[in-house]
């Protein structure tokens, strides 16, 4: 087990990894504001090599698929054990399996995490993990989209960034979360930033006006119009959730 410190003593929201692949982590979390977060204690990161659990000399973590097929499947006792030592520290945690049969990562899950204590993450590899390990340890499957992955800790990567920003203190302007897309089941309105001309593209003269209203306006119809174009479905479950 690597635990990477934190540097206050303030209780982080932890992130615990089991993974294959310990070495790929913090990779791209360990930069800018979330790695920046990490460093200051406002989040922690503990990582389990799962093959420390593996059977035999060779540390076995797989074998082949019962009923024949390709590729390998990780073995439901290799994991339960590397779940139970994770447990031992950090039993609170939801335990979340990256699967690309999960339930889809939204913006309302991802804030609904961020508000626990943290998230025990289980990466899979090969052809994905055995059947009874996910209803044995009550595992909950969570995918990033529809496209298949070599490994799962991309996408946990991608699960702790969406949840450690949401942190409070980790983002210096807390109110450009507000307006974020999907806060409000919609996307984000266009931005516009300097030089006010470039190439003969002005600025909306209504985002110059200074009228805080007319540009609240403005925005809100530019993100239901951008969302009725571009996401039918997200404009859909709004009218029902109303
Ligand atoms: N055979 C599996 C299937 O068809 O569902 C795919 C296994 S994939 C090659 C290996 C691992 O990558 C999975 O166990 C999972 O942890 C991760 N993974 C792949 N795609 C993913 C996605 N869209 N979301 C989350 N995790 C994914």
Excluded: N
Aim: aromatic fraction near 6%; include cysteine.
């Amino acid at each position: 087990m690597a635990h990477i410190p934190t540097g206050t003593g303030r209780l982080p929201w932890r992130a615990s990894v089991l993974t294959l692949f310990p070495e790929m982590f913090p990779g791209p979390l360990g930069v800018s504001l979330i790695g920046q977060a990490l460093s200051a204690g406002l989040w922690s990161l503990t990582l389990h090599q799962i093959r420390d659990f593996g059977i035999g000399r060779h540390r076995a973590v797989d074998d082949t698929p019962a009923g024949g097929g390709a590729g390998m499947v990780m073995r439901a006792d290799v994991l339960a054990a590397a779940i139970d030592r994770a447990r031992e520290t950090d039993a609170d945690l939801p335990l979340l399996y990256m699967s690309p049969r999960g339930v889809p990562l939204t913006q309302a899950r991802v804030r609904m995490l961020s508000e626990g204590p943290g998230a025990m993450i289980l990466a899979g590899r090969f052809e994905g993990i055995d059947e009874r390990v996910i209803v044995g340890r009550g595992v909950t499957e969570v995918s990033i989209g529809d496209y298949v992955l070599s490994g799962g800790e991309l996408a946990a990567m991608v699960l702790l960034d969406a949840c450690v920003r949401l942190i409070p203190g980790v983002l210096g302007a807390e109110e450009s979360l507000a307006h974020e897309s999907f806060e409000d089941g919609l996307l984000e309105y266009p931005q516009y930033t300097k030089p006010r001309d470039w190439e003969g593209r002005p600025t909306p003269e209504v985002l110059l006006s200074g009228d805080h209203k007319k540009i609240a306006a403005w925005r809100r119809a530019e993100a239901e119009q951008l969302t009725r174009e571009r996401r039918p479905d997200l404009w859909g479950a709004r009218g029902k959730r109303r």
